[in-house]
């Protein structure tokens, strides 16, 4: 078949070959990436106003696939062309076809110019909290308008990617945008306003991090990001934080953080930094309420203090005298019923000038105590002589439990209840061993108040001496007295002549030994001498606990012989130089008249070694005159007894005398060793004489509070363990202080005495420890309550925090608690918490909705394995916060330090200095890049020109030819 009937043959067949395999090479081949290529300067600035030379081919594939798909048609066509055109343009026109094909595949490559974005976007957060005044306000809002004025000087021939974007963020508590746009249509339209404007309600706080990240969210992504924050650096330690926790996010991100401040105008202010009470209150209990003032330059303001809304009873107000700075004032107080109580701290400002006070909003400041019940005392006496002390205590409102001293717990649970134990003149025999070691626990371990008052039958001559209660006091007994060293050696020197069977005097002296031996106390010795002539020692000095041996002995005494007692006093004397007693003494019984020769240098011997002698005449015969001389120079007493009748009353009386040897029975008159609280108030020197003491010796680390004229220590207190314990060497009673139970200061001294003394902090019962502190949120705080277990981890403990709203208590509600005083406030409309365990020993909770106001937190942890109703309380904890006014307020933002703000942001940061660079610098393109399309140029430039030429080649003939003929 011809290709003259078929001329389209060879042309489609070309055509057909050349788009398959332009096909199969644009699936076959490898993709290609794009062409860069770089222009040449002139046509760079012909292309492009900005010069750039980087021209991008998107699909270069394209400039050989077109030519090969369509290249072969086009010569198949003009070889065939039966136009009658000369050759050379039929040439022409196929060449001029081929640029066509090659400039439309140049377009198809998508030529474009491509340059790197140099635009950004400055955000300019600026700080409207109370803190920034008007001055550094306004300069702020003139720096704002001179950064609006210098992006709107920008060159308007910039591309839009290239140019700057400006917004404005304000922030206080909150953050808000600021729509500069919309204002300056305002400002052209109604004259110029603030752009900056503060909003009261919610100017109290400087939330820098919230104004970064709204600052954040309205950058543009496709360009540098830059902020300029414009503050003075105040807020709170948690608002600081967040700042530069957020500024280093934004430096991670890319995004560059600049700072200004502007130093602000001078001005004063006072305020109540804080009010303290402390650690524990009781009812009836006068303390201390501490309140921190602060003020920027001195003055004289009136604080007033207010408790539970009323004016406090004690000390309703005070004219301090401002120093200038911080400083401290105390004012006395007392509460009356337990529960929760509020006190309130305020400064009268009403007279000051605005600029000496920023803020009335801070001057005044609350806190919240827990008042506990009436505390416990247990009083115990031996006789039930303790009424005037239990009268001093309850004046005072404190409870008071009296006891026997035989009736005391014996177990610690028995004392803990109570946070306070005296012992009034109570002896070692009336208290068990199981007693002494609960006091000894319950003091040491649980922190309890001890108190030992004196008398006749307390410290060493009760018997005290060498046992574990006198390791407890801050005494020791009778000076350096030894361990089981015995208060009292007593020998009876009697006379056994003839003369005493009459009248049965011999069994009357017998029964008068007995006797005496029976009221010894078992660690005193005892002997017996029996004489006519020469001396018989009966009883050699032994223990008086060998009652029975000892008694034996007297009844196997005999009357018979003459009278000399000098051998007896002899023997007696020898005996007793070798006891360790603290006081020596004889008892000499006789009814004849004895030698006198070598008495007197005897008695002198005896006079030296701490020996005295007292005497007993009986009947007429008896010796009166020798027997009283011997009394004098012995230093004892003589007795006489006409018919033997009263001899066993004149031992017992003489005993009972011997005993008290070891007391100073003088008036004594107290002075002050060292001021301290518990004796603040009381007039000494107006004080009566005591009329005795018991000796006492301070431990080491002891404090002697109160001494005797002579130095002798009266009052001393001292530690042991977690508990106080203190030593009063007089007595309590009608007795020794018989004119001072009638002494005005009497109470007070002992009321103050046994709150000094007893159980401190009994909120921290069970060794628990409690913190709150902010837990990120601005009205939440984490309360963490720390268990310090004997041994191992409390672990397995049920734990609930009670919240207690002060304002929320019902009316009358102080009344009705006062009607029961020793049981705690219900507080029934407390909100309850669990306490999580959090790590070994540590529970906490997170209390929420604390954004001002005073709020009592009250932790209790118990026993789940104790299985009756009410289980067993192991800790208690109390604590309390308070949030008299936003932080915004507080001291530290008296004065804000903006030379930390130079810390903040990456090495580009700058933080003083005119803006204009900030604004003017082009952005960094972070590898983004905008591009220019070049394919129209291609199109109209290059295809639309060498089509036209191409029909004129088709359409005008420029010369003929010859067609061959067939």
Do not use: C
């Not at 005496?516 to 078992?522: E, G, K, M, S, V």
Request: glycine letters at 10%; aromatic letters at 4%.
């Amino acid at each position: 078949m011809s290709d003259r009937r078929h001329p389209m043959l060879v042309p489609g067949l070309l055509l057909a070959l050349g788009l398959l395999a332009a096909l199969a090479l644009e699936r076959l081949a490898p993709g290609g990436e794009p062409w860069t290529i770089e222009l040449p300067a002139q046509l760079a600035a012909y292309l492009s106003s900005s010069g750039d030379r980087t021209l991008v081919l998107s699909r270069p594939r394209t400039l050989w696939l077109t030519p090969l798909a369509l290249l072969p048609f086009l010569i198949a066509t003009a070889w065939r062309s039966l136009v009658d055109l000369p050759w050379w343009q039929v040439l022409a026109q196929l060449l001029i076809r081929l640029l066509l094909l090659m400039a439309l595949a140049l377009a198809l490559a998508f030529p474009s110019l491509e340059s790197p974005i140099r635009g950004k976007t400055v955000v300019l957060a600026v700080d409207l909290s109370e803190s920034i005044d008007e001055g550094q306000r306004a300069r702020a809002e003139e720096l704002v308008r001179q950064a609006a004025e210098a992006v709107a000087a920008e060159d308007a021939a910039l591309a839009r990617e290239d140019r700057t974007r400006l917004r404005l963020v304000t922030y206080a508590e909150r953050a808000q945008a600021v729509d500069l746009e919309a204002q300056r249509e305002q400002d052209a339209g109604a004259g110029a306003s603030s752009l900056l404007t503060r909003d009261p309600d919610h100017a109290l706080a400087s939330d820098h991090a919230a104004g970064l990240r709204l600052a954040e969210a309205l950058l543009d992504p496709e360009t540098e990001g830059r902020i300029l924050l414009v503050t003075d650096g105040g807020g709170t330690p948690d608002e600081r934080g967040g700042l530069s926790t957020a500024v280093q996010g934004l430096e991670r991100r890319g995004v560059t953080v600049h700072t200004r401040s502007f130093p602000a105008s001078v001005r004063g202010d006072v305020m109540v930094a804080g009010v303290h009470l402390p650690e524990e209150l009781r009812v009836g209990q006068t303390f201390d309420v501490a309140v921190d003032l602060v003020a920027s330059e001195p003055g004289t303001l009136t604080l007033r203090l207010d408790k539970d809304g009323a004016p406090n009873e004690l000390a309703p107000s005070l004219e301090v005298q401002l120093r200038g700075g911080r400083q401290q004032v105390k004012l006395p107080a007392r509460v009356t019923a337990p529960g929760a109580v509020v006190f309130t701290a305020s400064l009268d400002t009403r007279g000051l000038a605005p600029e000496r006070n920023r803020s009335a909003l801070n001057d005044h400041a609350a806190v919240v105590g827990d008042v506990r019940g009436r505390p416990r005392v247990l009083l115990a006496t031996s006789e039930g002589d303790g009424a005037a002390l239990a009268r001093a205590l309850r004046a005072d409102h404190l409870h008071v439990e009296t006891t026997a001293a035989s009736a005391l717990p014996d177990s610690v649970d028995g004392l803990r209840p109570h946070d306070l134990v005296i012992y009034s003149d109570v002896p070692a025999g009336a208290v068990g061993n199981a007693q002494r070691q609960a006091l000894t626990r319950y003091v040491k371990d649980f922190g309890g108040g001890f108190i030992m008052v004196g008398g006749e039958r307390s410290f060493g001559v009760g018997g005290w001496g060498g046992t574990i209660v006198e390791d407890l006091l801050p005494v020791r007994f009778e000076g350096e007295r030894q361990k089981e060293q015995p208060t009292l050696a007593l020998l009876l020197v009697i006379d056994k002549s003839g003369s005493m069977s009459s009248e049965d005097r011999i069994d009357l002296v017998k029964e008068a030994a007995r006797l005496t031996a029976a009221t010894l106390d078992p660690t005193d010795e005892l002997g017996v001498i029996a004489f006519d002539s020469r001396a018989y020692v009966l009883v050699r000095l032994q223990p008086a606990a060998n009652r029975i041996r000892i008694a034996n002995k007297i009844r196997s005494l005999r009357p018979g012989g003459g009278t000399n007692a000098l051998p007896a006093l002899r023997e007696a004397y020898l005996q007793l130089s070798g006891s360790r007693a603290l006081v020596k003494h004889v008892i000499l019984l006789s009814d004849g008249q004895s030698p006198e020769a070598g008495i007197g240098s005897l008695l002198a011997d005896m006079r030296d070694a701490d020996v005295t002698v007292s005497t007993v005449g009986v009947g007429a015969g008896a010796g009166k005159d020798f027997l009283a001389r011997v009394a004098r120079r012995g230093r004892g007493r003589y007795y006489f007894s006409h018919d033997g009748t009263d001899v066993p009353r004149i031992f017992s009386r003489e005993t009972r005398e011997v005993t008290r040897n070891a007391i100073v029975e003088r008036r004594l008159y107290p002075r002050v060793a060292k001021p301290v609280q518990a004796l603040r108030g009381i007039d000494f020197s107006a004080a009566p004489g005591l009329l005795g003491i018991v000796p006492v010796k301070p431990k080491k680390l002891a404090e002697v509070l109160l001494r005797t004229q002579l130095g002798d220590a009266l009052l001393v207190r001292g530690r042991r363990g977690l508990g106080r314990t203190v030593a009063f060497a007089s007595d309590a009673k009608p007795r020794w202080a018989a004119h001072w139970v009638t002494w005005s200061g009497f109470a007070k001294l002992w009321s103050q005495l046994a709150r000094d003394t007893m159980r401190q902090g009994a909120g921290l019962v069970g060794g628990a420890t409690i913190a709150v502190t902010p837990a990120g949120e601005r009205d939440a705080w984490k309360v963490s309550v720390d268990i310090d277990a004997t041994s191992g981890f409390a672990n397995d403990l049920r734990g609930v925090l009670r919240v207690v709203d002060p304002a929320q208590l019902p009316a009358g509600a102080p009344d009705d608690r006062a009607a029961a005083p020793d049981d705690r406030a219900a507080d029934d409309n407390a909100l309850e918490l669990p306490l999580e365990l959090t790590a070994p020993g540590r529970y906490e909770a997170t209390v929420h909705g604390v954004e001002s106001g005073q709020r009592l937190l009250k932790a209790q942890l118990h026993d789940e394995d104790d299985p009756s109703p009410t289980p067993r309380l192991v800790a208690e904890a109390v604590a309390q916060v308070s949030v008299p006014y936003p932080p915004e307020l507080s001291p530290e933002q008296l004065a804000p330090d903006p030379t930390w703000l130079s810390a903040l942001g990456g090495a580009r940061a700058t933080h003083d200095g005119p803006i204009g660079d900030l604004l003017t610098t082009p952005g960094e393109s972070g590898g983004r890049t905008h591009a220019k399309p070049l394919w129209p140029l291609v199109l109209w430039g290059l295809a639309l020109p060498l089509l036209l030429l191409d029909l004129l080649l088709r359409r005008v003939a420029f010369g003929t030819r010859r067609l061959a003929r067939a």
